[in-house]
């Protein structure tokens, strides 16, 4: 777990948070009905590229592609390739960056013209959950706040929270303790300290939270078919509360 004992430790992750939040920006912009997903893959690559930095998903335990594009009942992971974007379905975006020595993380849902209200409701729930759990990551509090508040929103509103995946620390490595699940109790995990750094990720079913793997061994959706949102934010704990580094201020 890196804890950040600099200010310079702090402008050099959320410079790269802020390309990923450039990163996702631009490619909102491209997403349309038409659109191949390798071709939104390497607009991705390109920019991250032309940035001085390292797509950090690219090669990580083998992964194949630049970014993440997961659509419709896909949770996380799904891989760029030949499909085309279609009206009418949800696409999370999940962008990774490395440079000077570290890693910054963040995802978001778009929903493409026409999808119905409950995959609206099903993304704006996921959205609030985000800053919801931001809120709570405060010096002082245990991580559970954090997992507790989002857990809650989430169920008030009708859907699930995924129990196998969950969020992380982040810093020089990827994934770094702890982790960062996205339910639990309140008085529950580490205490939260200035300078801990982490990725949290609501990831929200329509339907139950369990979870499957599909045949390209990467791609993880719901076991039963529902639609997923997804979003994430790399975050510093502060003496004044969370500071989102993957922001485009």
């Given at each position: 777990m890196i804890v950040l004992k600099s200010a310079r430790e702090i402008e050099i992750i959320k410079s790269n948070g802020k390309l990923v939040a450039q990163t996702i920006e631009l490619l909102?912009?491209?997403?349309?009905?038409?659109?191949?997903?390798?071709?939104?893959?390497?607009?991705?690559?390109?920019?991250?590229?032309r940035n001085q930095a390292k797509p950090a998903f690219l090669g990580y335990q083998g992964y194949p592609a630049n970014i993440c594009i997961s659509i419709d009942d896909e949770i996380v992971h799904g891989i760029p390739?030949?499909?085309?974007?279609?009206?009418?379905?949800?696409?999370?975006?999940?962008v990774g960056v490395?440079?000077?020595?570290?890693?910054?993380?963040?995802?978001?849902?778009?929903?493409?013209?026409?999808?119905?209200?409950?995959?609206?409701?099903?993304?704006?729930?996921?959205?609030?959950?985000?800053e919801i759990g931001i809120k709570k990551a405060k010096a002082g509090n245990h991580l559970g706040e954090i997992s507790s508040a989002i857990q809650s929103y989430v169920e008030e509103n009708g859907f699930s929270v995924v129990r196998d995946?969950?969020?992380?620390?982040?810093?020089?490595?990827?994934?770094?303790?702890?982790?960062?699940?996205?339910?639990?109790e309140k008085e529950k995990g580490p205490v939260l300290k200035p300078g801990m750094v982490l990725a949290i990720e609501p990831m929200v079913n329509v339907g139950g939270y369990?979870?499957?793997?599909?045949?390209d061994l990467w791609t993880i959706a719901t076991d039963?078919?529902?639609?997923?949102?997804?979003?994430?934010?790399?975050i510093a704990i502060t003496d004044n509360g969370a500071l989102v580094l993957t922001s485009l201020k």
């Open positions: 909102s912009q491209k997403l349309k009905p038409g659109i191949k997903t390798r071709d939104l893959d390497k607009i991705a690559g390109e920019f991250i590229k390739g030949d499909r085309t974007i279609q009206k009418g379905q949800l696409v999370s975006l999940d490395y440079k000077d020595g570290y890693y910054a993380d963040g995802a978001a849902t778009f929903v493409v013209d026409g999808v119905t209200p409950e995959a609206e409701k099903l993304v704006e729930v996921t959205r609030q959950a985000l995946l969950v969020g992380h620390g982040i810093g020089k490595n990827m994934h770094e303790d702890p982790q960062v699940p996205n339910f639990g369990k979870i499957r793997t599909k045949p039963d078919g529902s639609l997923s949102a997804h979003f994430e934010h790399t």
